[in-house]
């Protein structure tokens, strides 16, 4: 549905502003190929076959790579966690780089992972224009939610004008 707004919107502008117009269709044509690679990645099954087959590094990788800004990632795990700890994690790690590439207008950033006693860390981290509220009924707040029903925790701190780094905590559990 915001795919179809937004090539509406590019095609108003197209005669009277054709730079800005070019501009929006390049972005909606970056979130077509993104939204073709979690199609597929859905079709295989709840877990990407990347994350079941070489877990979390790979896999976030993967992710990093359909980013619209260069994304460093980061992993640094004893073992792997439960399949299930795993996959959110990376639907996780997936929707807040989407959302860096559709609000942050970043040129970096940042995904690391580590594990600290009981607890699976999570951060990705922006240089990008901030302003990110979980608490105003976003994506965030729902992931904030999803994250809650696993005894998972989401902090955010975005001041305007940047950087964002949010953080989440997931309960660990071994395979």
Same mark, same amino acid.
């Given at each position: /549905? #915001?795919?179809? *707004? ?5 095609? %108003? $502008? !197209?005669?009277?502003? +054709? @730079?800005? &117009?070019?501009? *929006? ?5 970056? %979130?077509? $190929? ?16 990347? !994350? ?9 990788s993967s992710?990093?790579? @359909?980013?619209?800004?260069? /994304?460093?990632?980061? =992993?640094? !795990? +004893?073992?792997?966690?439960? +399949?299930?700890?795993?996959g959110i &994690? ?5 929707? !807040?780089?989407? #959302? =860096?590439? $559709? ?7 940042? =995904? ?8 699976? *860390?999570?951060?990705?981290?922006? #240089?990008? /224009? ?13 992931? &904030? ?17 940047? +950087? ?6 997931l309960p660990?559990?071994?395979?």
């Amino acid at each position: /549905v #915001n795919l179809a *707004m937004d090539l509406g919107l590019a095609k %108003e $502008k !197209l005669t009277e502003d +054709p @730079r800005e &117009a070019a501009r *929006m269709v390049d972005e909606a044509h970056g %979130e077509v $190929k993104t939204a073709l690679q979690e199609l597929r990645d859905l079709a295989r099954g709840i877990h990407p076959a990347i !994350l079941t087959d070489r877990g979390l590094d790979a896999a976030l990788s993967s992710v990093a790579s @359909r980013c619209t800004v260069p /994304v460093q990632v980061e =992993v640094d !795990l +004893p073992a792997r966690p439960a +399949p299930a700890i795993e996959g959110i &994690a990376y639907f996780t790690v997936s929707e !807040l780089l989407q #959302n =860096v590439s $559709k609000h942050s207008r970043a040129t970096r950033a940042t =995904v690391d992972v580590w594990r600290v006693e009981d607890r699976l *860390m999570l951060q990705v981290t922006d #240089n990008g /224009v901030g302003g990110a509220d979980a608490s105003t009924g976003s994506g965030l707040a729902g992931l &904030a939610e999803r994250l809650d029903a696993v005894d998972g925790i989401l902090l955010v701190d975005s001041p305007t004008a940047g +950087p964002t780094r949010v953080t989440a905590e997931l309960p660990w559990r071994r395979a």
